[in-house]
């Protein structure tokens, strides 16, 4: 059965998902005695034995990533792909603007090429520089979103059309400002709720307080997982890494939300 694209929790009035839900956990469970947790299909109420069995499910099972699942009682993207199988859950692989594609493929070209730091850890090297003059900046500082810009600059030259993103270094910055050039922001808490609406090509947006942020491609999307393209990180997936690297990250863990140019 597909992910409904929201979280189904206490209180869902979709019988049919309520129904498909209760035989998978009663199929997944098969608990006897004291701790049986029968559950009754044609019972369209997700109560609180439902969600009692919900967590017990997640305290003992993993994601498709082998990852712990999150013990809260609601059937998030995760949850329902290890009920129903990663196939029933949002897979987005290819953008469909024809800029982001190449915008994905100038970004990847940069990880493939292994760009580092030059020394390490100072935010320095030849095409660190070029990052942060291409968005206005001296070199030196920090350096992801000047990475995201260049891409699409580049990108934008080698199909010969005016650079639709904002021109700026600064992550939260670039948050606050892209809804003036035309992108669509989804917050965070909607993209987990529904990782359809997060596409190949968007942009990720991390904000750790005090104006700190961090961010990064989305090359595509794999149920509760993004798998990125990033710079100024490492395998780490810290904000001050030394290099270009493709990771791949829970989407719950991108705490502001998506930008997206297409």
């Given at each position: 059965?597909?992910?409904p ?16 839900l209760k ?29 009692q ?14 990852q ?12 329902w792909a ?59 500082v920090?350096?992801c ?8 600059d ?9 650079n ?12 606050q ?10 917050l965070?808490?909607?993209a ?26 989305v ?23 030394g ?12 705490n ?7």
């Open positions: 059965m597909r992910y694209g929201r979280v189904v929790k206490v209180g869902e009035t979709d019988a049919r998902i309520v129904k498909a035989t998978a956990l009663n199929k997944a469970l098969v608990l006897r005695g004291s701790e049986a947790i029968v559950l009754e299909p044609d019972n369209p109420a997700f109560g609180p034995q439902m969600k069995a919900v967590k017990l499910f997640q305290a003992r099972h993993l994601d498709e990533q082998g712990p699942l999150k013990t809260d009682g609601e059937v998030g993207s995760l949850t290890a009920l129903f199988g990663p196939a029933d859950v949002p897979q987005h692989v290819q953008p469909h603007d024809p800029l982001l594609v190449t915008v994905l493929a100038v970004a990847g070209s940069q990880a493939d090429a292994g760009v580092r730091e030059q020394p390490r850890n100072s935010n320095r090297g030849p095409e660190v520089d070029d990052y942060l003059r291409r968005a206005g900046m001296q070199p030196g920090a350096w979103c000047a990475f995201t810009y260049w891409c699409f580049e990108a934008s030259r080698q199909t010969g059309q005016a639709p993103m904002f021109k700026t270094a600064g992550c939260l910055h670039h948050w400002n892209a809804p003036g050039q035309g992108a669509r922001r989804l965070a808490r909607d987990v709720a529904d990782p359809g609406r997060v596409q190949p090509g968007a942009i990720f947006i991390m904000d750790f307080g005090g104006g700190l942020g961090h961010t990064g491609l090359e595509r999307i794999e149920g509760g997982y993004i798998h990125t393209i990033e710079g100024n990180t490492d395998a780490s997936q810290g904000r001050e890494g290099g270009v690297y493709r990771l791949q990250r829970k989407l719950a863990s991108i502001k939300g998506f930008i997206d140019y297409a």
